[in-house]
């Protein structure tokens, strides 16, 4: 067996920021993170192997491709070094993180940065929207309408109202509470919004229908916001927990991964997991990889989950496939109060990407970065008292590409 | 604030009085989007109902108007503020008017209720001169900055009576309950961030005289660290607002930079004639949008014959070469660059920004506690960069050689730093990357 690939922390952009209204070019977002991250963690720049990045869409959003040669940018210390930039739509985070884990695992490097990033607020909502259809299957899914995401995802709503019955009361009390975590956040993009549940739970001309049951507090957020993290081999967590007096024992390291994608089309989906209790079985075999190879029996083996809810449905579809409910049942762990932050089992303390926002290619490196704090008693707001083990999940496309992870002590 | 000493409050119902201003209405959307039962009170019927309107269009929510009751004064105070925890004066910024105001509500004021008074820098001590020694128990000054729901800043200023354990429970009640960055301030005129902030604005107003307002307004500009054009800030602001509390602090401050508080003649007299800037758009202010031959065009003042002219595309190399850093993160480059420019015109912008570093810092002490308070309420009232991230940018030793370069008293902190005492970085708001403020 592999020897394990710890996490040394990272930093995260404020993602209420908007750095086009700033006047800044996209590397002006990579150089705060991965100089925050460098300064958070006290890591010369110097001892960096290899640099991944992880972006869904610079090229549309902001004209700029080849992320990962702005490294350089940051230090004169990265001359050389290299790098890559991957795309997986909103797992683009994930994917980097898994390549760089492959790397040091395989022994190539010792460290290695992993950035996720995404510039969103350069454009209207209208064509955001039109560029995020490019994670669907843009021509038959996405083209000529208007918002195809919320309508995808309230497609997945709709299964799951045909399969098992879904009241939309629920998905408001999921959008609750991931504002109410956010509140807590200082690093949350609606820290300062106002949401209520009677608010989620109403339609009226601030809280619209933007696709089928999907309503504006049942949206994840258009985001700038970058996150920059660092994973590292045995050898180079021993010498930096000794640098720092830190007992290796209490450095994070990914216990588990799980990776697997479904067909790109929706209705592929749906057609392909007819038969299944989970609608989304690549998604539920993701998670149970991650959990596998973490050596965890069960989601009550976790302490708390940081979850792809890019909508309301997508969350409320995380409860059962982590399996805190029998399939079709997630209303249950809603009811009774689990997700909650001082819940059973917590579900983005963060406020996610309804509350924490949503910087595409950003948020599965943000996810484990949350992890990271949550393991090392150091959330700032919204830890989760006692927190040791914390699964994340990070979904490309409408359920496309799916990746969790399982970091812990 | 020591966070852990201070119990929250209770607070449920909040009467919001003048809840029909910006203030009020403002208030009302902070205090009922953290849970409490507002009662909005204005003059008039269609003000309040014109009030719950606009705290929907802040909160974009109709359901918040659930918490929210309207009500006029003619209800009568005492029943309005039957079971009120705190009862918040946001009527217009007019001593008489609030004294006077205030006075009804010693009246009518359950024992246990707290008064809250929001101004940009009247003296809590004497709004509250006549009033029972209960009602001065019970109250403070509790400046917002515009718009609340944006601007987090906020000053609490303590009436001198009101006992310690309250000041701490109210200040942290406003920063876990209602997400507010608190400053506490001592009663001084204009308080500290409209202290520090209106300095520097009527400063550079001063200087526009001299060398015009979009000279200024590019050499002080965004890439010096700030959201907005200072000249730009004082028209959104209002002039009416500028004058007032730079006049208070002119009349009731003597300290080292006190004729940069004198509001220039030409303001006065283009006031008086109506120019209050962005809120009397066809006059205008610094600058006014005209419709010329169909298409908008933004004119500028020419303070010197009070006339408007087009505005003309205005490139200063130096502060391109110092936007152009800043637009790709590199602010220590840009700032250094900014430090070592050469010429009248970067010595013009310079002895502007080290003026605010200088008189801001040197208010530690005076008006707040510590330097820190003072990086928060610029930070968070302002949307500046707070005056230590730009000592930290600068350099420490490099920022006391340009404060004597230029004349500038160097406050304590400064020195401290450049003698190595005190650690560096000096700016410490966790959670605010200074680089932020620094437009590109």
């Known amino acids: 067996m592999a020897e394990p690939v710890f996490v040394l922390g990272g930093y995260q952009t404020d993602f209420a920021r908007n750095w086009a209204k700033e006047g800044k070019h996209i590397s002006a977002l990579i150089v705060e993170a991965v100089s925050g991250a460098l300064d958070a963690t006290g890591i010369d720049p110097a001892d960096v192997g290899v640099g991944h990045v992880g972006n869904f869409a610079a090229e549309l959003y902001t004209m700029q491709g080849h992320l990962g040669a702005f490294l350089l940018e940051v230090d004169p210390a990265f001359s050389g070094l290299p790098t890559a930039r991957h795309e997986a739509a909103c797992a683009s985070g994930s994917i980097a993180i898994l390549a760089a884990s492959a790397e040091i695992e395989a022994g190539r490097y010792d460290l290695a940065l992993v950035l996720g990033i995404e510039q969103m607020k350069t454009v209207d909502s209208a064509r955001g929207g039109d560029f995020l259809g490019t994670a669907a299957w843009y021509e038959r899914e996405a083209a000529g309408i208007s918002y195809p995401f919320p309508k995808l995802f309230g497609r997945l709503g709709d299964e799951y109202d045909r399969r098992y019955g879904l009241k ?10 991931n504002y109410a975590n956010a509140k807590r956040n200082p690093l949350a993009q609606t820290r300062t919004w106002y949401m209520s549940e009677e608010h989620a739970r109403s339609t009226d001309r601030y809280n619209t229908v933007i696709g089928g049951r999907i309503k504006v507090s049942d949206c994840s957020q258009v985001t700038d916001g970058a996150a920059c993290i660092f994973l590292a081999s045995k050898e180079y967590a021993r010498k930096y927990a000794a640098a720092r007096n830190l007992d290796l024992e209490r450095i994070p390291r990914i216990l588990g991964w799980g990776h697997h994608t479904a067909p790109i089309c929706f209705d592929d989906k749906i057609a392909e997991s007819r038969d299944n209790p989970y609608v989304l079985p690549h998604t539920r075999q993701a998670i149970l990889d991650a959990f596998r190879r973490a050596g965890i029996a069960d989601v009550w083996g976790i302490d708390a989950i940081e979850t792809h809810d890019c909508f309301t449905t997508s969350e409320y579809m995380a409860i059962d496939h982590f399996g805190l409910t029998p399939p079709g049942k997630s209303w249950q762990a809603i009811e009774e109060g689990v997700i909650e932050l001082d819940g059973a089992l917590p579900i983005n303390p963060s406020g996610g990407l309804i509350g924490a926002g949503h910087p595409v290619g950003c948020t599965g490196v943000r996810q484990v970065l949350d992890a990271y704090r949550q393991v090392t008693d150091s959330a700032p707001g919204y830890q989760v008292n006692g927190a040791r083990r914390v699964a994340t999940l990070n979904i ?11 970091i812990g002590v | 604030m020591p966070a852990e000493a201070a119990r929250e409050l209770r607070l449920r119902h909040v009467v919001v009085l003048g809840a ?10 902070l205090f009922a989007a953290g849970g409490c039962t507002v ?3 204005a003059r008039e019927r269609a003000k309040v109902e014109g009030a719950i309107a606009a705290v929907q269009t802040i909160a974009k929510s109709e359901r918040i108007a659930d918490s929210l009751c309207g009500a006029t004064y003619a209800d009568g105070l005492d029943q309005l503020c039957r079971d009120a925890d705190l009862i918040f004066e946001a009527i217009a910024e007019d001593f008489a008017a609030k004294r006077a105001l205030l006075a009804e509500v010693d009246a009518a004021r359950p024992p246990d209720a707290l008064v809250a008074t929001v101004t940009s820098g009247l003296s809590i001590t004497a709004l509250a001169e006549e009033r029972s020694p209960a009602f001065r128990a019970h109250f403070a000054g509790i400046h917002l900055y515009n ?10 200023i303590p009436h001198p009576e009101m006992p310690e354990p309250c000041v701490r429970a109210l200040a942290e009640t406003l920063s876990s309950r209602f997400g507010r960055q608190v400053v506490r301030c001592r009663d001084l005129p204009a308080f500290a961030g409209n202290r520090i902030g209106f300095k520097v604005l009527n400063e550079v107003a001063q200087l526009a005289e001299r060398y015009g307002v979009q000279v200024m307004d590019t050499l002080v500009g965004p890439y010096t660290g700030r959201a907005m054009a200072p000249l730009a800030t004082i028209d959104l602001v209002g002039w009416d607002v500028h004058q007032a509390i730079v006049d208070n602090v002119y009349a009731n401050t003597r300290d080292e930079a006190h004729r940069a508080f004198k509001l220039p003649a030409y303001m006065a007299a283009l006031a008086e004639r109506g120019h209050l800037g962005d809120k009397t758009p066809d006059l205008g202010g610094f600058y006014r949008r005209v419709k010329v031959d169909g298409r908008t065009e933004t004119q500028v003042l020419d303070p010197g014959t009070g006339r408007y002219t087009p505005a003309q595309p205005l490139r200063v190399p130096f502060v391109e070469e110092v936007r152009d850093l800043h637009r790709r993160g590199r602010y220590r480059q840009g700032i250094d660059r900014f430090m070592s420019a050469e010429g009248e015109q970067a010595d013009l912008a310079r002895r502007v920004v080290l003026g605010y570093i200088s008189y801001a810092l040197l208010r530690a002490g005076e008006v707040v506690d510590e330097y820190a308070d003072i990086d928060r309420i610029m930070a968070a009232g302002f949307n500046w960069a707070p005056p230590s991230a730009l000592v930290d940018l600068i350099g420490a030793q490099r920022t006391m050689q340009l404060l004597e370069r230029y004349d500038l008293p160097v406050p304590p902190l400064v020195e401290a730093a450049a003698r190595g005492e005190v650690a560096t970085p000096l700016f410490r708001l966790p959670f605010v990357s200074p680089g932020r403020y620094f437009a590109g």
């Open chain 1, 396 to 406: 490309g496309g409408s359920g496309t590409t799916s990746v969790s992870f399982v």
């Open chain 2, 20 to 29: 029909n201003g910006a203030m009020g209405a403002g208030a009302a959307a």
């Open chain 2, 39 to 41: 009662t909005m009170v």
């Open chain 1, 168 to 177: 939309d009361e629920h998905l408001a009390r999921i959008a609750a509470i």
């Open chain 2, 147 to 156: 718009p609340p729901h944006l601007m987090t800043g906020t000053e609490l």
